[in-house]
């Protein structure tokens, strides 16, 4: 008697847990509650930290085109790297009724609570470029960024001619997760050269929010601590490349110290083709932006996203969508940003001798 009681008990047990775990699943899983048939209007929020850089307005855009394109309605705020702006437009953007989030953050960790928001009211989260750390994120739409940060670092070992070479290492904002995966990227080449002697490491520091400014600092400390003898600036963008060049035209040492960046902005090509700058990467914006809009919709809709890679933020492996980056120097300008019409050759050669210009 006493043993069918107990027996009740554990299947009560059983069935009490087993009603916990599957309303942990659904809530954990809210992000499915408010799907769009194929014919509802479908509501875009896109949450962007900066317009700063040269690449962010065409990432806003070239996402404003796509909704356009697709016909659905896109919102777009933006953060001027403020944490608490951006999760208050955020928040916004839900009360107004967005389907599904695209969102660019200042801080990886600190947006967690934006997709926490989206997710309480059922909206689905895609964190755009930049990954939001240890949350339920239900998309990361970026480009290769270790392989970024390698690329950088290979093609200024590459092009070294000095052993052992002085190398200073410039990383972007440390509360930006690309800056972390770039600079993972960077120490994966950078570390065996190291260890094999070929090359040292004067420095090696985040510039505060990618500022040009900071950059500028470390490189001038940097040159100051070595008596001059850098040999190669990893500038982890081209922001920060700007303000290394600053540093060094200050010693007289420009186009005689390589410098890596990132982003193919107009200012640097034009450094790279005065010999400046050393080189580039060229992250093309309008698949990423028309992958996140795409993606976005089929999300609202609780269609099934094509994502071949993952990404692990902490909490969770995070579906992703990997674009490939293209390193850019002086030989291939033409063959890549200019044919793809993301600069132009004029206004890369506005102010340059014709002779110095790349031909067509
Ligand atoms: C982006 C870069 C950009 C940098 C500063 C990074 O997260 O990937 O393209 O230059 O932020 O805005």
Known sequence: MQHRSLMVGLI??????????SGMKQSSNSAA??????????VIGFSMDTLKEERWQ???????KRAKEMGVQAFVQVANGDDNL???QAENLLTQGVDVLIVAPHNGEIAASIVEAAHRQGVPVISYDRLIRNSDVDLYVSHQVVKIGEMQAQYLLDHVNKKPANFVVVGGSPTDNNALLLHQGQMNVLKPAVDRGDIKIVTDQYAKEWQASAALNIVENALTQSNNQVDAVVASND?????????????????????????ADLASLILIVQGKQTMTIYKPIQPLAYIAVDSAIKLARGEKVDAKDTIDNGAKKVPAVLLEPIAVDKNNIIST??????????KICANIPADKCPKQ
Request: aromatic share 2%.
């Open 33 to 42: 509650k408010k799907k769009k048939g194929p014919n509802d209007p479908v």
């Open 86 to 88: 951006q999760i208050k």
């Open 58 to 64: 065409r990432d806003k855009d070239l996402i404003e």
């Open 239 to 263: 922001g920060t490349a700007r303000g290394a060049v600053q540093a060094l035209e200050g010693q007289n040492l420009a186009g005689k110290v390589l410098v890596s960046g990132q982003d």
């Open 12 to 21: 009560l047990l059983a069935l009490i847990l087993g009603a916990c775990v």
């Open 337 to 346: 940003v200019v044919k793809d019409g993301y600069q132009t050759l004029e």
